[in-house]
């Protein structure tokens, strides 16, 4: 079974420029999530979807970052302009549809690592 | 909101003793998973705790979930080199179908 992807591994943007990442979920996986993950730190939620409906995007900078995934299976994040503190790794995970109160395992990608100069 | 901590931040062991990392949470769980993410990579499912109490081992590895499903404990009997990485719980945001990620422990094993 393959697994989730992602790309690109690696970015370097200057501040103010803009930057995409995309990810390809487990293939009958509905739910996907988008995490910043920044050195150090756990996994931060950014959006959840479930097919191509957001369940979740309450710690999305809806300012600067958008996300989308128009078929309900990829999904493109995007950020634009981008800042300093933005550096950080930018995971990709899909789980099966949960229950209420239950969330299944979640499968990650291997992420993107953003570099903001 | 809801915070999930850990404890300790980091720990440095020797080869061959244990190690427990707790996890503690501000809200009572449904359930918690816990997860490792080796230096570089992605974090990748270890398992999860549904019930009360409930206890899990995979080798050397020991999960406890607690009485009152608002703490956590991963245990690892006679460390080796191989089980370096960073080890987080998660658990479900109350009322929504979302992970909480907890701060997380590193671990670090020297020959």
């Given amino acids: 079974e393959a697994g989730v992807a992602q790309s690109p591994r690696y970015k370097i943007i200057e501040k103010r420029q803009s930057v995409a990442f995309w990810c390809n979920p487990i293939s009958g996986h509905a739910t996907l999530y988008w995490y910043q993950q920044i050195l150090g730190q756990g996994p931060k939620l950014l959006i959840q979807f479930q097919n191509n409906g957001v369940v979740d995007d309450s710690q999305l900078p809806k300012d600067r970052f958008s996300a989308e995934r128009l078929k309900g299976v990829d999904s493109t994040l995007k950020i634009q302009p981008a800042k300093l503190e933005d550096s950080a790794v930018y995971l990709c995970a899909s789980s099966l549809v949960g229950t209420a109160g239950h969330v299944n395992e979640q499968y990650f990608g291997p992420g993107t690592r953003l570099t903001v100069t | ?111």
């Fill in chain 2, 1 to 111: 909101g809801q915070q999930v901590m850990q404890i300790p931040q980091y720990q440095h062991v020797q080869e061959g003793e244990d190690f427990t990392t707790y996890c503690n949470s501000s809200t009572t769980l449904s359930n918690i998973q816990w997860y490792k993410q080796r230096p570089g990579g992605h974090p990748v499912f270890l398992i999860q705790l549904v019930k009360s109490g409930e206890v899990k081992k995979q080798k050397r590895l020991t999960f406890q979930f607690g009485e009152a499903k608002k703490n956590s404990s991963l245990h690892i009997t006679a460390t080796q080199t191989t089980d370096v990485g960073t080890y987080f719980c998660a658990g479900p945001n109350t009322g929504f179908q979302k992970l909480v990620f907890g701060t997380g422990t590193r671990l670090l094993v020297s020959p």
